[in-house]
């Protein structure tokens, strides 16, 4: 068994830890959002794909094109 | 004020006395009705440099106890305030308490597989120019037939490993390579009870594998094991 409270490896790769921290874990609200160099990137935009599916349909609907 | 997102525990869960997030916030405890959240506060989303990713995870890794294992929470979530923090986690609350049920004491363990530095035949990274339309194609061919290979191979070790591992294992997932040659990684997870007699699998499995190395890594918290 491990010992606990458990501390990260100081030897850990920083590969291993991004590849889990990053592209592994739950996603809670469907928006992730990596900052880099004071950019927002969408990494993963569920809510943002729903609402303009919607806003789309709505349009549609209405008849704007 | 944003309040960047780590992990979620049970109910009553906090963090350890002093224990710091990202750029050294202080890492608090959103708590809801049945399930509590970690977070820290930042004036404008933490960048995700290895810092951050190595100060979220350590966060996460944190919060495992002997009897607790929280489910970790994927690097760039955000919300504005506590209450979203709730309502976010509360609308799929029942996911969340069946996964913190399933985690608990145990870790996720992985193993990284790669070919020794000497084996050729897997490690045909190099395509060679092509003359000819139909030579291009030819060498297009070989390449897709040996990656094809090495990706079954890979499936090949990852089954071999469950059929030693036995009970020991309660999940499992495999990365696959990304090209010919190409390492890829296994991800287990197991109660810590049966860790040592795991790695004994692993390690024997180590020295009866020609050609391939395998490294084991973790304890981990069940990243890989939340979908």
Redesign the interface.
Known sequence: ??D?????DDE?S?A??????????????G????????V?LV??GLRLLVSSVESIRGRLEGGTP | MILH?YC?LPAGAGP?AGLAGIAGAPVETVQGSALATWVTRHG?????S?EA??A???VV??A???AVTP?????????AGEDAVRR??GA?ADR?SA?LARFSGC?EY?V?VAPLPDQGSARDVRTPAAATGREYMETLARRHSSVARWKAQAERIAADTLARAGELVRDSRL?PPAGPGASF?LAHLVA??S??AYHSVIERMGTELRGLRLTP?G??PP??F??
């Open positions: 068994m491990p606990f409270p458990m501390s990260p850990l920083l291993e830890i991004v590849n889990r921290v990053l592209d592994k874990g739950a996603v809670v609200s928006d992730v959002v990596i900052s880099v160099a004071g927002d990494y993963v | 997102l979620i350890p404008e989303a933490p960048a995700a290895p990713l190595r979220h995870h350590a890794a944190a495992m106890t002997p489910v970790p929470l994927r690097f760039g979530q955000r919300a976010s986690v799929d969340w996964l870790g992985g990284r990365d990684s810590w009870t860790a040592d890594t304890p981990w990243y890989s939340v979908t």
